[in-house]
């Protein structure tokens, strides 16, 4: 069975920081595309931050220059470094992880979430 478990989010102010990590289980995360997403109230879930199996990042505009995705694959775990943290980055954070099959749908999991406020 797979699971996506984030935790590490909570409340922080204005320029603050936090990383949220994703510990995966049931699968590899370096053989997958891992993303972080986010969804704030009344809004579509949005992509935040993107690795992919290869060690391609990319990143929202909004996010860039501000925060890290990154990979420990000895942990199987997936971080995502939020620094200078705004009000409009309150969101619940969720991980992703994606495979593409060339034959088949692709292998699309996802965690729970993990509720970030930033408020003073």
């Known amino acids: 069975q797979v699971q996506l478990v984030e935790s590490g989010g909570g409340l922080v102010q204005p320029g603050g920081s936090l990383r949220l990590s994703c510990a995966a289980s049931g699968i590899t995360v370096s053989r997958y595309d891992m993303g972080w997403y986010h969804q704030a109230p009344g809004k579509q879930r949005e992509l935040v931050a993107g690795i992919t199996s290869g060690d391609s990042t990319n990143y929202a505009d909004s996010v860039k220059g501000r925060f890290t995705i990154s990979r420990d694959n000895a942990k199987n775990t997936v971080y995502l470094q939020m620094n200078s943290l705004k009000p409009e980055d309150t969101a619940v954070y969720y991980c992703?992880?994606?495979?593409?099959?060339?034959?088949?749908?692709?292998?699309?999991?996802w965690g729970k979430g993990t509720l970030v406020t930033v408020s003073s």
């Open positions: 992703n992880a994606y495979y593409r099959r060339s034959y088949a749908p692709p292998i699309d999991y």
